[in-house]
């Protein structure tokens, strides 16, 4: 073989990468100090005879062993073979068994991918050895931390890294926290050894960066890092957040924890607390509508201590007109040891009997609605300006809409009148059109109206309405019926997919005889060069400016900020020269307020929208073990592209931790596909150094790009 490829007069090398042991030395004294299957014997190859007689120009053993492993000593290996081709033409590569890394069982010293470092920094000691190769493509492909470290490696082998600074970027500073577990994460030399408190941290990337979870007693923790002289102390103080009760300085009613602080409205038969502060032992009544309720506490003090006591009230019934009945404001008495005080709320309980003529008024552009009265659990939906419900409830910053959804006081005002709301609507038309459809329902007074999608029905409540049009369906919409229902307060249009058939976009707008409903059509790519051209396409890189995002082994020098923008611009380049026009929410390092990303992509009414992060995890856990990229969304029209990207990801070597529902604020737009991706865990090492990798971010973006494109196909 060697004769022909030669005789051939082209310029090519010859070689070959046989079984790692040649012969043990048991069996043939110039074999190797090992214990496995020999080549010679085995498999009839000579290659030691090979290279002494150099009918080869390389040799490529395959040494598929970890350091130190009892059988087969990828060291004693090692020296065997820099022996054989010593003193020869033949160039020796080293085979590593790159299969064989990731290993999840932290005993394996295939844990992770270490072992592949420990053997290329060992193989430097011997000038016999000429290169890597790496068995096999697919393991290499899909590991994006060996990559990771092998291009690290070679990077500070060929002095293209220089001297890291020892940091701890997380904490930043001195802290008090109440975690039993803390989690530090900063950046170290790589080529020197890193110690915490005199111990070796054993698991760190390529480029020194590291992350460490360490227990914490009570009181203050001090941790010392140190390398070579350089050396970064970090205290954590744990504390474990108890407290006594709070002493009075004299028995009293604390007037400003007195219920309510601002108007209440309930309707008949609900239940609310009233809550006020007095000392312990003291009796405590609240008099509400003319009667006096005795209160309960759960202390278990007694004396002059700070209790807090409770009433269940249930808001009465009533009998005649529709109304709004004010019940005054509760008046709270304490009796404790021959002293006796009384405060009044600083607000009144209201009762809002059922149909009451008591109305609220979107007076704010598309404001947001919550399932309760907070907004801890995200947005529900969105009204438009001008909209109009009963009110049936109020409590704190919010109020209740007959709906049963709940939005800010703020964003509506409030009035009352002798008329109703006419709950007719008098015509109802489905139009189609080459991109949007549209379904316009008309009625007299500016009801309140929502709309869902659960991907097969697309659901349009109107508050108040009693009866609705049946609209003619064009053969040509992606409905096959429509049907008209009351559900409770609300009347429902129900819209059926086809089967196959699917929307990819919906909104409602408010016009001044009703609402049109606006139904977006599956927008296809072409077919040309430029197959995404006629597509838009909006990219939100996640944070920016004062609001850093995630930070890791780098602190606020490289935050998630940063991570996100140079993520987006790449993909906007890759979505480009498939012929899409991309939209931005920002192209550098400033703040844009998640409202007005929300805005951007309103007004812009894109066909894709994608929110782009980098992602984090609570301060007591081990960040280090935890990786990969994932999709959120909201809305079902979102789902498919969801899954596509989190495919794209594994296909760029990421691991896909999966699509996940969830209510972020970016998400929320239901008129073009919306989603949120995670790339990747900031403070973990290996993977933000895959983060912060140009040809990693590269890689993503391409992969992305492709699978959007895929979409737009219609290939999905």
Partial sequence: MYKAVKSSGKDVRFGISPFGIWANKKNNSLGSDTNGMETYYDHFADARKWVKDGIVDYICPQLYWNIGYKIADYSKLLTWWKDVVSGTSVDLYIGHAAYKTGNTDKSSPWYGVAEIERQLLLNRNYPEVKGSLFYNCTSLANSPALRALIRGVYDRLDSKTTGVQLKVAWPSKDITTSYAKYYLTGASDPSKPLYINGKLVESRSPRGYFGVLVDLAN?????????????????????????????????????????????????????????????AGAKVTVKIGGKTYNMTTTSKSGGLYRATFTYTYTIPSYTGSPRVIDLG??????????????????????????????????????????????????AAYELRKGMVDYLTGMTGDYARLASGLWVRKTSISTYT???????????????????????????????????????????????????????????NSPFSSVTFAKNGHVGQYVLTLKPGASIEGYYIEKVSDGIIVHIKRPVRASMGEKPLDGI?????????????????????????????????????????????????????????SLSDRLTASR????????????????ENVDISQIEGFSAHYKEAIAKPLSQALCNAAAAAGRRNRGIKWANFYVVRGTWAPSMLIEVGFTPNPTEFEILTDKAEQKQLSMKLADAITEYFSGKR
């Fill in 219 to 279: 009181g203050a923790n001090t941790f010392t890092f140190t390398q070579e002289g350089a050396y970064v102390v970090r205290t954590i103080t744990r504390s474990t957040g108890s407290s006594s009760a709070t002493k009075m300085s004299k028995a009293e009613i604390v007037a400003s924890s007195v219920f309510p602080r601002s108007q209440e409205y309930r309707m008949p038969g609900e239940k609310i607390t009233l809550s006020c502060q007095a000392p």
């Fill in 329 to 378: 404001a509760p008046v709270y008495t304490m009796s404790y040891n021959g002293t006796v005080k009384s405060v009044t709320a600083p607000a009144k309980v209201g009762v809002i009997m059922k149909g009451a003529p008591f109305y609220a008024e979107v007076k704010n552009e598309d404001i947001d609605t919550f399932e309760t009265p907070n907004s801890a659990n995200g």
């Fill in 417 to 475: 009148s002798k008329t109703t709301l006419n709950p007719k609507i008098t015509s109802a038309i489905y139009r189609t059109g080459p991109k949007w459809d549209t379904l316009k329902l008309a009625y007299p007074s500016s009801l309140a109206a929502t709309a869902t999608f659960d991907g097969s029905k697309l659901k349009v409540n109107i508050s108040a309405a009693s009866s609705g049009v049946i609209p003619a369906l064009p053969s």
């Fill in 536 to 592: 838009t396409i909006m990219l939100d890189p996640g944070h920016g400016g004062s609001d850093t995002g995630a930070t890791g082994p780098l602190g606020t020098e490289y935050p998630e900020k940063k991570i996100n923008l140079e993520n987006a611009l790449l993909l906007k380049e890759e979505l480009e020269k498939r012929g899409a026009k991309v939209l931005m929410t920002r192209t550098t390092d400033v703040y844009v």
């Fill in 603 to 618: 007004n812009a009414k894109p066909d894709m929208f994608l929110s782009i992060h980098a992602n984090s995890m609570a």
